[in-house]
Structures are given as C-alpha cells and as structure tokens.
C-alpha cells in the first residue's frame, strides 16, 4: 500500500476512507478533515477570533493544534475546578501546549471565582459533583468565551463522544435534547455559537493525531467520575464498528440528516441570572443555585 | 421471597416488576400480561377469530398456548418452506400443539404453491433466500389469516425481536420502516390487521413460559440464515439490560409514545398483483417477481 498523499509505504490504514497514508502525512490528512468540516457547517472562517475550550486530554489539545496550525485565530481557555489528583496535571499540559504554540491561555479558576472547589461544593450541597461540573463548565466557557470577544467557541468532542451522547438521548427519547444535539449550536441571548470541529472524526483517529505530532497529553481520569454508562456505550460502538465499519459515522450523520429536522426544540426563553447576569432559563442559574446553597 | 400470587414460596423473580411468582402461578402472571396487551391496544376481542402464524419456536407457540387458554378463538398456520433440516422439524412441532389444544392447522406449503422449495428459487434466481423468505412469509400469512376467515393475524414477535429490529431500523434511520414499526398494524385493502401481543414480554420470559407448561419447541436454527445481525443487536441489549434493568422495555415504548407519533408513512397506493392478486405497492408483488425470473 503506497500513502494517498506522497507516494511512499503507507503506514496508516484509513479503512473507512478507503485509503492509507504515511505518518508523516497523517497530520495534513487530520488536519485536511477538520477544515473540511469548518468549512462545510460554516463554524468560523480565518478571520473569526475562536476560543478553544481545554481540557488536557488528546481531543481538545488536537484541536487547537490543528486550528492553530490551519491559520485559524484560536484562543484558549481552561476551566480549573480545583479537584486535586487531575486540575493540576491537566492545567499543566495545556499550559505546555499554548507555551509551544505562542497562543495566549485564558484560565478559570472555579474557587477564586465562587469561593469553593468542584468536590467542596458536591459535598456541601450534597449533589452528584458530575452534574454540577457540567454546568459550571457550560457557563464558564462560554462567559470566557464572550468576554475575550471570541464569536465562536470550540470544544474537542469527537465521533465517538457524539454517538454515545446520541444513544444516551434515544435510550431515553430526549427529544428536547436530542433537538439541540450537533456539530453547531447557533448563538443566541448572551450564549456564543459553539461549534465541534472534530466531530466526524473518530477517538481513534484524534489519538493518532495527537501521538503523530507528539502532544502531551494528561491521561488522567477524573477521580470524581462516578459509573459513566458513557464508556460502556462508547465500548458497544466499537464493537459495532468493528461489525460494520463506519457504523458511527453514518449513524451520526443520519441523524443530523435525518431525524433532527423533525424535531424541534423547545426551551424557554433565556433571561439573565439575577445574581451572576449569566444566561439562564430560569432566575436564578443553576451555578448560582447549587453555590447559594453553600 | 413469597409469591405475589399465592403467597407460596416465590420461584421465578421478575426484577422489571418489582415482584416475584411461583412456577405454579408464573403462566397466570404470563397470560395475564398478554391480556392486558391485547385489551390496552385494542387488539382483538373475544369474538374475533384470530390466525396465529406458528414458526415451531417457543414464541409462537407460547403465544397459541396463552391465547387458546385465555378463551380466545385462535386458528394457527404454518408456512412450510421446504427447507430441509428446518421445515419438518418445526411443522412437528405446530401440529403436535395443535392436536394437544384441538386447534385446528392450516399449512401452506410453497413447493405446493409455487413449485419450488425456498432454497430452490434462492438459487435459481440468485438471491439471498432471507428476503425472498420474509416476502413468501408476509404474503402467505396474511392470505390465508384472510381466507380462513381471520380479522387479525397474530405472531409471536417479543420484546427482544422488537427492540432489534428497532435498533437496526435507527441504526439505518429508516424512517419509513420506523413509522411502521408497532405492536398494532390496521386492516387495509388486502392486509388483514397484524399485531404482536408479546411485544412488551422479553424473550427470556417466554422461554419460562414454554418450559414451564411444557410445551415442546423446536431449538433449530435455520440452516439459509447468513450472519444475522439481530443475534448481534440482542446480545448487545442484553449487556444494556443487565446494566439498567427494564431498558429495552423503556426504550420500546418511549419509541412509541414519542418517536413514532412524529413519523409519518410513506409507501405507495396498494392495489391486486397482476399475477395472483395478493397486495402490493407495485404492478406485480415481490413474491411473483422472484418466481417469474425462475
């Protein structure tokens, strides 16, 4: 097998692409992806200033390396939640990365912004730490995002990520949820447009990416997770790729052709939080509903 | 553990009830679930004469059993394909049930029919033998379900066969397979109304059933079928049963109570084959195209 790219000994099979290429042309390839997409959904084009929301795992990390990389105007952010045993080393990695790449990093921290760490407020209010993490993080993101005049936010979701939130939301027919899921979420209110660049690329592919181009990425998982049925899904769909090659794609992309026309999203109007101004369907938000419980 | 029935000890747990039976009670627990579907979804009364489609499996068979005994007026047909191996085995079977519940049973044999056995024609037109199968299949029962006399055409399809089908329809996005998909399908020009009472009842359910009356089933499997995905999708709703108890009944009808109402039917006008005169969408039915090109 010859590399689709260059001509010479192809190292990387790319079976539901039909073709192989070489590791040294694997990153132009990802990248060649990723720009098709943006392209294509219209996400942002090289004039938009785009915040890349960083985790410190392979996905997001590739993802700002390939923007920054195609010319894009990435900035970066972090949300740091203070759990001990995973903020640190994922912080650190992204510091490295935006280090190499000249690109400023933008930092949130949750307790010098409320007063209190992710696992002290899970405890505090007794509520799962996951479910408030996922709202600190939407709001964070997209305040940082706003305030650092991005028009775009970015984040590293993958394919696999995308279908097993798609099979989540069909194993419990949240239609409501499975509206709103998507490469692009519109802008609206005081919510910047977010956008998933990598989402029609696979785990496994952004993995080869980041190992091609030598991120460092934090492996870590978070201490707090608890049982996520996320895994176990993710775990089904290789399976069934395995079966079926491009399974995952083609499931994901039916949908959004699909189904998700049929649905429509309902929602009610957003408001600003009477206690932070952040964006809110209710008065208070649920940021500030779990901290005023403290 | 005491029988929720007799308040003997319990034998059988039914952790998606919340309860547990005996085996003396469990088949009153099992008809009574059938009931219940019948009456909820208005499937027949009584008084309809009902044809029930015996394939030799437990399903089928379990079916006639708790029909027959729940006073309804069950008639039973068996479409013998000439697949030997397969076809003896299973027809023994049907009549050896029937003659047990004095019901009587209509056979319908293809070779007599049409000339040729199932793997005859497969061969001679060079098509795979499972979709000339599922067409002789859906054409047959539901003419003689309509010369015997039957409003209803009744077959033993499960919960586990239902929710893989489901899946393998999502999986493809097969909107117009999904607005078909139910428990109930009505009566229209030639198509007599088919239902599926076990569709809430899961496959390992009904092999208790089975075993407990005593019912003598045919285990075979038949020797045309290709690598089926549907084993494949039943396994793997298994694993998610075993991980969240009552999903595949959760998802089935949340399927229906909020998917399926937004899908609307696409399919052409019916009217007479050409050749025999059975229903179809098309000038002549697909059962008459395969055996013309013969």
Redesign the interface.
């Known amino acids: 097998m010859r590399c689709a790219l260059c001509g010479r000994k192809a190292e990387v099979k790319l079976v539901r692409y039909g073709t192989s290429v070489c590791r040294s042309c694997y990153p132009e390839f990802f990248r060649g992806r990723v720009e098709k997409t943006v392209e294509r959904l219209r996400m942002f084009s090289k004039d938009d200033p785009v915040c890349v929301a960083l985790s410190g795992g392979k996905d997001s990390l590739s993802l700002l390396h390939a923007l920054h990389l195609l010319g894009y105007k990435a900035k970066a952010i972090f949300i740091d939640l203070g759990i001990s045993g995973y903020s640190e080393g994922s912080r650190k990695v992204c510091e490295k990365l935006c280090s190499d790449l000249n690109v400023d990093l933008h930092v949130y921290e949750l307790r010098r912004e409320r007063g209190l760490t992710l696992s002290e407020v899970s405890r505090k209010v007794r509520r799962p730490p996951c479910s408030i993490c996922g709202a600190v993080k939407r709001q964070a993101t997209n305040r940082m995002a706003r305030e650092l005049g991005c028009t775009v936010l970015a984040t590293g979701h993958n394919l696999d990520d995308e279908v097993a939130f798609l099979f989540s939301n069909?194993?419990?027919?949240n239609?409501n949820y499975l509206a709103r899921q998507g490469p692009v979420s519109e802008a609206k209110f005081k919510m910047v447009k977010k956008v998933k660049p990598l989402c029609f690329l696979t785990d496994e592919e952004v993995r080869i990416y980041a190992e091609i181009v030598g991120l460092e990425v934090f492996e870590g998982r978070c201490p707090l997770e608890g049982k996520a049925?996320l895994h176990?899904y993710k775990r089904?769909w290789n399976?069934?790729e395995g079966?079926?090659p491009d399974?995952k794609s083609?499931?994901y992309k039916?949908?959004l052709?699909?189904?998700k026309p049929?649905?429509s999203v309902d929602e009610g109007e957003l408001r600003s939080c009477k206690i932070c101004g952040e964006p809110t369907s209710r008065d208070v938000c649920s940021v500030c509903s779990a901290f005023m419980k403290v």
């Open positions: 069909l194993l419990n027919w239609l049925p176990f089904i399976e069934l079966m079926r399974v083609s499931f039916g949908f052709r699909k189904l049929l649905l």
